[in-house]
DNA sequence: ACTGATTTGTTCTGTCGTTGAACTTATGCC
DNA sequence: GGCATAAGTTCAACGACAGAACAAATCAGT
């Protein structure tokens, strides 16, 4: 019983603008694979009559969302057809990660590409919240000169933290990682003068990895029939270890923004104390300190394990056989009961994909009640390190795609 | 990048006439609360002309989707305004619940009453299971005639199974508590005589169960606004453990509708061995048959573990505040993945509440991440032993509610 | 009882956006 | 060079909402 907004005329076309910049992104980023839409191919394609296509693909190549590419491949008779893209010259994104221990900013444009990126790799969490916020803040004040400098036009920018983000009010609740709780972020950043101006959003940096996941350009395309439909949960374990999920090609992002807390889900009842206080969360069995401990290698670095394991050393493949069942049966209660296609590994964890994902395979064949319809594929994130960062311009560019008008003048 | 579905212009009137009555109808059910609403008041609530408002009042009166209720509470000067509230005099839905052992059908009008009801105590399901469908077919086609004889016009069915169903394709895939296993539930119904012409659905109980508690009048208006917005995971024991997950005031229904299996979360990996063939899930601790078995009821029914509770019999406390602690081992997992708001203890464990929630309530305070800032409410279901069939018709009813346009004549 | 204020509901014109068909343009094929 | 074919444009018509003017029904005060 959710109540339906009501719908102005203004909404119609709204929507429609959307349908088509849709279409034309899904094929923009299959690259070689489809050839470039024409009007009269996405008339076909959304059902719409061939001059109300025409009317909107004008209103968003005036706004210079859309480009036309020369002469598209040619296949029979007829008057050739006009292919249309993305156009990368003049909507860009903002994005900000701000980790626990380094600061990444990019602006991407409207098709993806990273235009400008700086990255300070480790930032001084000494002071104070407002402070910190205040150089991630000037970081990315240099990237969007950098970007304005080529004629870009950043309609808004999107920080990912780590913990417990709210997503309304645009405040950090609670983030163990960092120390901080109960931070007012977009309004500590709306103050700094190097983004008057600019729309700001917050969010989780796992929720926004996924989305960069969903956004990422080399992503083999399953079965579901590529970006469109995915669903999954990524994993992404940095210092504590997050996910988000993708339901239907959409962020999950629950009641407040607060989903995807993959590393406190139980793993064992009687399990090893976690840093939240409870015991036998997934994070004290395969995150990154908990992992190190037990591979021997308190102190070290996810690189060392990497190579321990290369090395065939004991306690590292026996530590990482461990995690990679404890993640197997987490992620088993996260398949059992969100119903998503595959799992994906990210962050830290993709590069220990090799060990990790035997176990956890073993692990999601058993507990995971519809595996013995479905097997439920274990794939490795195809964004880097940057996932995050990444995932923040996507957003906001996603809500370009998602309603453009308000880009269109008057 | 979820490909955006064109609109059309009658898609404008839909929804708009969605908007009315998804208004009316959170009116309708506050009962004594709201006073029925004016045509002026939906204007002034939906932001949408009066003139407008009017003529979409008088199609929803024409279909008779609404009705007007004469001289609405007076409050001041002015020309006083006509009551709407939905009505119940013409469009209804069936809903059937084919359990693990009995079987029920009802019909509900518009307005959620029940217009027919009739229960079939055992139903014999040693036959293939076309002949149980057909068996359930003949009892729903004796509470359509009932319907249909008080002039109601039965718009759609939707049948509730156990089980992994594809909501999609109307089949069920996957059914431990039937013994069934890919059966095409759909096209077997639609081949029998009594429900020819009836669109008809399939889902699983306990997602349907969930909608019917979303549904349900009496329930007490929760901090966020009433049922509007509401978020819950309801749990539902009966022979095994089901959930149905709302979020944002809807159901939460995976990629095939496979979601909310509760019952094969994790609670222990090194616990008892469940049916579904791994170790240590839910429902090895507080399934119906391991819940009497550790209470030493072995063979008993629900009702016998509730009275030695009462009697303060020591093995069924302790079974109790096990099986308690196991649920609050896997809720705090869905809670932490899914954020929502509160948890709802329906089915057979509503009866078993008082012993249930407080282990419960503990091992959520100590295992969701959130619950140091916002507390997880365990609630009682206030549907009773028949939430799936309520919730069946419901889901019509539902439909009906978001679409009324195709009810409405030429 | 009458008058004016007030609020509800209706009617009507204007505008916006999509539809569908006719028309123009550009190309390949014979 | 002419014809078939497909892409893109133009235009009248229709459906739906917006806003203002208007009619209806009540209350309050004299």
Avoid: K
């Avoid at 489809?34 to 005036?62: E, F, I, K, W, Y």
């Avoid at 600019?198 to 989305?211: G, K, Q």
């Avoid at 923004?257 to 590393?263: D, P, V």
């Avoid at 994902?357 to 439920?376: K, S």
Wanted: negative net charge.
């Amino acid at each position: 019983m959710a109540t339906v907004e009501r719908a102005r005329q203004s909404d119609l076309r709204e929507r429609n603008l959307a349908a088509v910049l849709a279409l034309v992104a899904d094929r923009t980023a299959g690259a070689g694979g489809d050839p470039a839409p024409s009007r009269a191919g996405l008339a076909a394609a959304t059902g719409m009559a061939r001059g109300t296509v025409s009317a909107l693909v004008d209103a968003l190549l005036a706004g210079r969302l859309l480009e036309e590419v020369p002469p598209p491949p040619r296949t029979g008779a007829g008057r050739p057809a006009h292919g249309l893209r993305l156009s990368g010259r003049r909507v860009a994104a903002l994005g900000v990660e701000l980790g626990a221990s380094h600061a990444v900013a990019c602006v991407r444009d409207l098709t993806g590409a990273v235009r400008a990126r700086e990255a300070v790799p480790t930032i001084d969490r000494t002071g104070p919240p407002a402070q910190v916020l205040a150089a991630s803040a000037e970081l990315a004040g240099r990237v969007l000169a950098d970007a304005r400098a080529q004629g870009l036009d950043v309609v808004g920018g999107a920080w990912a933290l780590p913990g417990l983000v709210d997503t309304g009010a645009g405040t950090l609740r609670l983030a163990p990682n960092l120390g901080w709780r109960d931070v007012d972020v977009l309004a500590l950043l709306g103050e700094h003068p190097a983004l008057q101006g600019l729309p700001l959003a917050v969010d989780n940096e796992a929720a926004l990895a996924a989305l960069a996941e969903l956004w990422h350009p080399g992503e083999p395309d399953d079965a579901a029939g590529g970006r469109r439909g995915a669903s999954f949960v990524l994993v992404t374990g940095e210092v504590g270890i997050g996910s988000g999920v993708v339901l239907g090609g959409r962020p999950l992002r629950g009641e407040r923004g607060w989903s995807g807390e993959l590393g406190h889900v139980t793993v064992d009842p009687s399990g090893p104390r976690c840093g939240c206080g409870a015991s036998g969360c997934l994070e004290a069995y395969a995150g990154q300190e908990a992992l190190l401990a037990r591979a021997g290698l308190a102190g070290g670095a996810a690189d060392d394990l990497r190579r321990a394991a290369e090395g065939e050393d004991p306690a590292a493949l026996a530590a990482l056989d461990d995690a990679g069942a404890a993640l197997g049966t987490a992620l088993a209660a996260a398949v059992n009961l969100l119903d998503v296609d595959a799992v994906v590994l990210g962050g830290s964890c993709a590069p220990l994909a090799p060990w990790l994902a035997p176990p956890l395979q073993r692990e999601l064949a058993a507990r995971v009640l519809r595996a013995r319809l479905l097997e439920v594929p274990v794939r490795v994130s195809a964004t880097g390190a940057d996932a995050a960062v990444m995932g923040a311009a996507a957003l906001v560019l996603q809500g370009v795609l998602d309603a453009p008008a308000p880009l269109l003048g008057a």
